[in-house]
């Protein structure tokens, strides 16, 4: 752990200070996690190059042909080339977008029980808060944290993502808003949540991984935990999830308890 910490990627943008006194934290991917469908694939698939060349560059992530910082670049850039700007963008995502139908429940229990939610993503925050307003209302986004990538919108109506940790392959390497919590004199139990490649970078590293299945059949990060030997748990939605993570935070279960069964790489 100490290696990661030393290596750690210089961040473009700030972090939330972390929850220091805290006995459970919540982290979650956004995008295909916390909602039913991914806003960058939708987009891409929708309004830039489609579906068929964006799995491409999934499976290129997955297998390490090329990364993920690239990769998801060139998906967003399909969208802003053919001319839909960013506001045009937010609109639509607002409109199609939807939240996974156990999340609100999800969310209310951990507020009630003192657990924070972070939202760690490797999309554009000013999307990711138009999308969640519109989901839950105005002052729930406003009191989730996020820690995800930004946009830059240029005076011709173009866009790029701009990205939190440019040097590294992951663009937004998640393991970044896990590993401060490890120094902590009494750490807290961390419940990740992912789907896709953009977790790659956080996989390893929480105390319980969860990884959601869907049935599209894009359940990339379970294809990397499994060739990786990552323990994890499988969910659908999260009411599933919120089974698990209620039995662990009222001590019927313990960690190991949940994730055992399956190797640590
Ligand atoms: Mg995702």
């Not at 939807?98 to 951990?110: I, M, N, S, T, V």
């Not at 995800?148 to 937004?172: E, L, M």
């Not at 919120?242 to 055992?260: I, Y």
Request: glycine share 8%; with cysteine; charged share 25%.
């Amino acid at each position: 752990m100490p290696a990661d910490l030393v290596e750690a990627p210089e961040s473009t943008l700030p972090y939330p200070p972390i929850h220091t006194d805290k006995k459970f934290v919540v982290l979650s991917d956004w995008d295909g996690t916390i909602t039913s469908y991914d806003s960058n694939d939708w987009m891409t698939d929708n309004l830039g190059f489609g579906k068929e060349k964006r799995r491409g560059g999934n499976l290129d992530v997955l297998a390490g042909r090329s990364t993920f910082r690239d990769s998801f670049r060139e998906m967003l850039e399909s969208v802003s080339a053919n001319g839909h700007t960013f506001e045009e963008c937010k609109e639509l995502l607002k409109k199609n977008i939807k939240l996974d139908p156990g999340f609100r429940q999800f969310y209310e229990w951990c507020k009630a029980h003192d657990i924070p939610v972070v939202i760690v993503s490797s999309g554009m925050a000013p999307l990711i808060r138009a999308v969640l307003s519109s989901l839950i209302g105005q002052e729930a986004a406003e009191e989730i944290e996020i820690i995800a990538n930004d946009v830059v919108v240029h005076p011709s109506g173009k866009w790029d993502i701009q990205y939190r940790h440019p040097s590294s392959g992951f663009g937004h390497d998640k393991s970044q808003a896990i590993l401060p919590y490890r120094g902590l004199p009494n750490p807290p139990t961390l419940f990740f949540f992912g789907d896709g490649v953009s977790d790659i970078s956080a996989a390893k590293y929480a105390d319980v991984l969860f990884v959601k299945t869907k049935a599209d059949g894009e359940n990339d990060l379970a294809a990397y935990c499994q060739r990786e030997g990552i323990r994890h748990v499988l969910f659908s939605d999260f009411k599933d999830a919120l089974l698990v993570v209620g039995s662990v935070v009222s001590g019927e279960k313990s960690v190991e308890n949940v994730v055992g069964g399956a190797k640590r790489e």
